[in-house]
């Protein structure tokens, strides 16, 4: 009975959002998309809603990515490093149409990249880098940073630094706001509607470039809750959805009429410690934390095996991540670590655990980790709320714990970004407030590499310094999910960086 109840409640939630955003469109007008993760603000590229845009197919920056996260033309077709190394010329696409009908030309790039470098935060790929740019005649544009930048090309892959069209731009510079990606972006779909955080309807943009569009509509739905998302397209309002729950992942994969795709990822849960705050600013008890978690059990019972146990922050996924599995669970070790630290039956430690829904494991590792620390001596008290409503508390320095999903190839595929946002002293995104002066040098000192190798000696060594400080606790590397009913055409991207929905197209 109480699954019942659940069911007709989770139907009715399905219903609600989706009928808020409009009927299903016809097989005619192309497919329907259930997205997890809804706009941070606006579309605004200074919130990583660039990322967003890029994904959809709406926007794109100057470099595009192969599947392997190798730089490969976009708006750009060619580069090259000129001089002392701090300038790059990039020579732009001929044929280029904005959705407005707007040709792309040295100017728009100018006014697009001067507009997101601006901003108050800029981008992590691009922020702290004295980044200028500046017009080479009509077809290309040259880039400079203060100090030679070896991955210029890559961060430039990031949509954050995708180009709009100039009107966008100047609406935006006349109301105060953010340039808008209706109608201004050049992707293979236009976005002709937005409808905020509900959702947004896209067509496909006849004057592209490159390839089309494989549907001529594309309606698109941000549906947080992982459940619902499920039903949806288990009922056939949506013919795709991506972030399935775990615990439907047997049926899924039985069900005839869903294509259901389970892939890696570049990605880490992490259980963040607030280390400038008591009880975290204690080493030991972060160290207390870490030995209590049996991480192995976690990815294989917790999770159904749908995720792998993480030993450090980067994993089996890059060539620079462990590929040995973290030890195993020690509560005895946990319980005197914490006596050192003058916590104990006399004086129990309490702390708070927030997470978010979005992703459908966290929910379900926080109760996991509750039981696995209770033992050590650690009562915890879990919330799972909203992220926008958190983040600015967790930037903050006002919480405990807090479990997060974060892709470390974020923004371009070059953890550089996401160890100096995440790790130095002044990180836009330190949400550990970890602070290490030689860290930060060694994290500084990537700008004068440009060898693969010797950069993936650094990213190690800058892994193992994080383990050693148990600034946090890589739990587990999980494996992403998406599904498709009556529709064709999705490419897995462990990378999470590349466009998803211009190759969707209906089956009918």
């Not at 392997?68 to 002392?84: F, H, I, M, N, Y």
């Not at 919330?383 to 926008?388: E, L, N, W």
């Not at 330190?430 to 290490?436: M, P």
């Amino acid at each position: 009975m109480i699954r019942s109840v659940r069911s007709l409640v989770l139907a009715l939630a399905a219903l609600l959002i989706l009928a808020g955003c409009g009927t299903t469109a016809p097989a005619d007008q192309g497919v329907r998309v259930a997205l997890q993760f809804p706009p941070r603000a606006g579309y605004a590229f200074d919130a990583d809603d660039g990322g967003l845009l890029t994904k959809l197919g709406v926007a794109e920056p100057l470099v595009g990515l192969d599947p392997q996260g190798s730089a490969v033309p976009g708006l750009a077709t060619s580069w090259a490093r000129e001089g002392d190394g701090r300038t790059w010329r990039f020579v732009l696409r001929e044929g280029v149409v904005f959705h407005d009908g707007a040709r792309l030309d040295s100017g728009a790039v100018v006014t697009a990249l001067t507009s997101v470098l601006s901003r108050p935060t800029p981008p992590r790929s691009i922020a702290d880098l004295g980044m200028r740019v500046e017009a080479d005649g009509p077809g290309a544009v040259r880039v400079s940073t203060d100090a030679p930048d070896p991955v210029l090309p890559l961060r430039l892959s990031s949509g954050t630094t995708s180009v709009l069209s100039p009107a966008a731009y100047a609406a935006a510079s006349s109301s105060g706001g953010q340039p808008s990606p209706q109608d201004t972006g050049t992707g293979p779909l236009r976005m002709t509607e937005i409808r905020g955080t509900q959702g947004a309807t896209l067509l496909r943009h006849d004057g592209y470039w490159g390839p089309r569009a494989a549907s001529s509509q594309v309606t698109v739905d941000y549906v947080t809750e992982p459940q619902t998302r499920e039903l949806a397209l288990r009922s056939g309002d949506v013919g795709f959805a991506e972030g399935l729950p775990e615990t439907s992942r047997a049926s899924l994969q039985a069900d005839p009429d869903v294509t259901f795709s389970e892939y890696p990822s570049a990605r880490t849960v992490l259980l963040q410690l607030n280390g400038s705050a008591a009880p975290f600013d204690d080493v030991r008890v972060r160290r207390a934390v870490t030995a209590a978690l049996d991480r192995t059990a976690l990815a294989d019972q917790v999770l159904g095996g749908s995720a792998a146990p993480a030993a450090d922050l980067f994993g089996p996924a890059v060539p620079y991540g462990m590929t040995t599995p973290p030890p195993d669970g020690d509560v005895p070790a946990a319980q005197a670590l914490l006596a050192e630290a003058g916590y104990g039956p006399a004086n129990p430690l309490r702390v708070r655990l927030w997470t978010f829904p979005n992703r459908p494991e966290l929910p379900v590792l926080a109760s996991a980790i509750a039981a696995q620390l209770e033992p050590a001596g650690i009562a915890v008290d879990i919330t799972v709320g909203d992220y926008a409503a958190q983040e600015p508390e967790l930037l903050a320095g006002r919480y405990d714990m807090f479990i997060n999903s974060r892709s470390y190839l974020s923004d371009f595929p070059d953890p550089a970004g996401v160890l100096d946002s995440d790790y130095t002293c002044d990180g836009s995104y330190n949400i550990d407030r970890f602070c290490d002066p030689a860290f930060d040098a060694t994290v500084a000192g990537l700008g004068a590499l440009s060898d693969p190798a010797q950069r993936a000696e650094v990213f190690r060594a800058a892994a193992a310094t994080l383990t050693a400080n148990a600034v946090n606790v890589p739990l587990v590397h999980p494996q992403n999910t998406a599904a498709q009913r009556g529709v064709t055409g999705f490419t897995p991207d462990p990378l999470d960086l590349r466009p998803v929905l211009p190759t969707l197209a209906p089956t009918d």
